[in-house]
């Protein structure tokens, strides 16, 4: 046997423990049973090496009709001289009417793959006093990161989802039409220098502050791959050794990987609205036995004038006494036991008092001050 047969039979044999690896992954997440209220991984955590960048860059939208900036934005005027002079026009800055010209903001997320000659959608937002950028078009715009360099560069026309008319009398806006879109508008000239195969240990960061979750998504992850390979850091950080076959070939792990199945678990919490008046219970808010009586007393003072006028011809003046009327209207409503194993139960016990929305605010703090509330109550 000669030396490529000899080198040949050991590399047929690491791809086809790589091969068997992979339906190994695949077949564990997909055959085992799923649980109805399961999400999958990749909905509740982000992977190191997986994200995306922010880029930023000031630009000028031109061909307004007559929606642009006014003169006192000063930077749009010496935004205009400067493009002018680079294209050899002298143009003094406080000469110009800057009414069919916007200075704007232009933003985009470069994923970290992005490779020169992508397309990326970019979103323009007025900076001045513009109007409107319906009709307008981006001229060239360098976009930087945060280290100042620039990663991409966009220009086109702008996709407006609004306008705004206006005339002597009445005017008319739907949307906001200062801010803009152009899909595929900017091309990157510079990738992120990063390797994502080249990565030996993987980070999961979950959404999910819990425990349990955490756990449990560790031992997922290690029951599929057939052996220790994930560890939690804290409460919501695990860190994932990558085996020796999938060094410098992670897509096909990370693939069957995201699509574990998860059920994930967390703090019982109420979230009150109270600018809008919107409750929201989680599913594992519990109610411990209590009476609630929730009445609403509505007291109304009303001042009015009652003029007394003397007969003619008589001696009299004229007297003004104040008139007081009170209504005092209050709601009688029993006591009324409630106890919510379920959230089901929870809501019954809310509906059977007759609480509105608002009402439920009020209901919810005292519950939560007697005790008898087992959740966290925030209130946004």
């Not at 922010?54 to 400067?82: C, H, K, P, Q, W």
């Not at 990326?120 to 007025?126: D, G, H, K, Q, R």
């Not at 001045?128 to 560069?153: E, F, M, N, Q, W």
């Not at 206006?166 to 000239?189: F, H, R």
């Amino acid at each position: 046997m000669n030396t490529s047969q000899n080198n040949r039979a050991p590399r047929a044999a690491k791809v086809t423990m790589i091969i068997i690896a992979i339906i190994a992954v695949m077949a564990g997440s997909i055959l085992k049973p799923v649980d109805a209220s399961a999400v999958r991984l990749k909905d509740i955590a982000s992977f190191s090496g997986v994200r995306t960048n922010e880029l930023v860059g000031y630009g000028l939208i031109v061909g307004l009709a007559g929606t642009g900036d006014g003169s006192s934005s000063t930077f749009t005027m010496r935004s205009m001289a400067n493009m002018l002079e680079k294209m050899g026009v002298e143009a003094d800055p406080t000469t110009l009417k800057p009414k069919n010209v916007a200075a704007v903001m232009v933003t985009a997320k470069m994923p970290v793959s992005a490779q020169p000659g992508s397309m990326l959608n970019v979103t323009v937002s007025s900076l001045g006093d513009a109007k409107s950028l319906l009709g307008g078009v981006l001229l060239i715009t360098p976009l930087k990161g945060l280290d100042g360099r620039v990663y991409a560069v966009g220009q086109g026309a702008l996709t407006i989802g609004g306008f705004s008319i206006a005339g002597a009398g009445a005017s008319a806006q739907k949307n906001i039409p200062t801010v803009g879109l152009i899909p595929n508008g900017a091309v990157v000239e510079r990738g992120v220098p990063f390797k994502f195969n080249n990565q030996e240990r993987m980070t999961l960061n979950l959404t999910i502050r819990d425990f349990g979750t955490t756990m449990q998504v560790v031992n997922k992850i290690n029951a599929t791959m057939g052996g220790t390979f994930a560890s939690a850091k804290d409460i919501s950080t695990i860190e994932l050794e990558l085996p020796d076959q999938f060094r410098n070939n992670m897509v096909p792990l990370m693939a069957s990987l995201e699509n574990l199945n998860i059920s994930p678990d967390g703090k019982a919490r109420v979230i009150v609205d109270e600018k809008t008046g919107t409750v929201v219970l989680g599913q594992d808010v519990r109610l411990s036995r209590v009476a609630v009586a929730h009445g609403n007393l509505q007291i109304v003072i009303s001042e009015s004038q009652d003029v007394s006028q003397p007969g003619p011809f008589s001696d009299g003046t004229t007297v003004i006494t104040p008139v007081t009327d009170l209504a005092v209207q209050e709601q009688n409503k029993q006591l009324m036991m409630m106890e919510g194993a379920t959230l089901r139960e929870l809501v019954d016990g809310l509906n059977s008092i007759g609480a509105t929305p608002r009402d439920l605010i009020s209901i919810i703090r005292a519950l939560k001050v007697a005790g008898s509330l087992h959740a966290e109550v925030e209130v946004i």
